[in-house]
């Protein structure tokens, strides 16, 4: 495969590499240090359990999972006050070893936000029994719209790159 700049993607590399977040199975994940053992909490997310009436928002960081986590839960629970539930509590990257406990914990029907890839899912939705709603967004957008966040946060959790940098290692993956 090749690159439209190779230099430009090697640069990156080096710049990505500064940062602490963590990587599980090839895939970058934002986690801001909360995690502190990623292979661990993965393996839960794999194996745990759901019913037949949870959710799964899934989509891309920055292709307007808050926005539809909102409108979901509206629809859901017929009431807007979602505040007691917030979004950032219900993503299964943030969870961490408290993954089952606290999808456990949330009232049915429970509505759990990822921006995790598919593969890295709960086992259980292949079975056909748990609803998902992927979120998409035109990919120039929500990489733009990344882009600026990570900026913004810098090191250790943010990209110190250049846009250029960050648009080669997008298009390398």
């Known amino acids: 495969m090749s690159y439209s700049n190779k230099e430009i993607l090697e640069r990156a590399r080096e710049v990505q590499k500064k940062s602490e977040d963590g990587v599980f199975e090839g895939v970058k994940y934002f986690t801001l240090g909360i995690v502190p ?33 909102e409108v979901a839960g509206g629809v859901m629970n ?9 979004f950032l509590f ?3 990257e ?3 070893d408290d993954v ?3 999808i456990h914990n949330f009232p049915a029907p429970r509505m759990i936000s990822s921006h995790l890839w598919p593969r890295h899912l709960p086992e ?13 967004r035109n990919p120039k957008d929500s990489l733009a719209s990344w882009y600026r966040l990570m900026a913004d946060l810098r090191l250790p959790y943010g990209f ?14």
Request: glycine share 8%.
């Open 78 to 86: 017929q009431d807007i006050g979602n505040e007691k539930h917030h």
């Open 124 to 136: 259980i939705i292949r079975q056909g029994n748990v609803k998902i709603v992927y979120i998409l």
């Open 90 to 92: 219900r993503l299964l």
């Open 37 to 69: 053992d990623q292979p661990r909490m993965f393996h839960k997310i794999k194996h745990v359990e759901l019913g037949n009436n949870d959710v799964i928002l899934d989509g891309y960081p920055r292709s307007g999972n808050h926005w539809m986590f």
């Open 94 to 96: 943030f969870m961490g």
């Open 160 to 173: 110190a790159g250049t846009w250029e940098e960050c648009f080669e290692l997008s298009v390398s993956l």
């Open 100 to 102: 089952e406990s606290r």
